[in-house]
Nanobody, 125 residues
């Protein structure tokens, strides 16, 4: 599975950005697409995930109420709508997917087999 992420860029504090990730195919099983991010000098952290079977969305507490993950029904794709952006949201955002992630592992980056190239989001103050 190849993942193509897009939509990063430079935005001012309080602004919005929309990231998109398209998967080349959808393997069978418990297909999940997710976003993680990694800021300089920090570990990769979970942002949001979407389970295609059941249309279940999960977002990290740090972005809850500001970020929304949704599914593109026409494609094997998800979007991450980010609003009220803060300087601490600055990071490289990575799209990930897997067909074998169980619910308790949604926020665990090691559970994802496929990763996109990352897209940089910079929030300036």
């Amino acid at each position: 599975v190849q993942l193509q992420a897009s939509g990063g860029g430079l935005v001012q504090v309080g602004g919005s950005l929309r990231l998109s990730c398209v998967a080349s195919r959808r393997p069978g099983g418990r297909f999940v697409m997710a976003w993680f991010r990694q800021a300089p000098g920090k570990e990769r952290e979970f942002v949001a995930a979407f389970k295609f079977d059941g249309n279940f969305a999960s977002v990290a507490d740090s972005v809850k109420g500001r970020f929304t993950i949704s599914r593109d029904n026409a494609r094997n794709a998800v979007s991450l709508q980010m609003s009220s952006l803060r300087p601490e949201d600055t990071a490289v955002y990575y799209c990930a997917s897997s067909s074998s992630v169980i619910h308790s592992q949604l926020a665990t980056h090691a559970a994802y087999a496929y990763w996109g190239q990352g897209t940089l989001v910079t929030v300036s103050s």
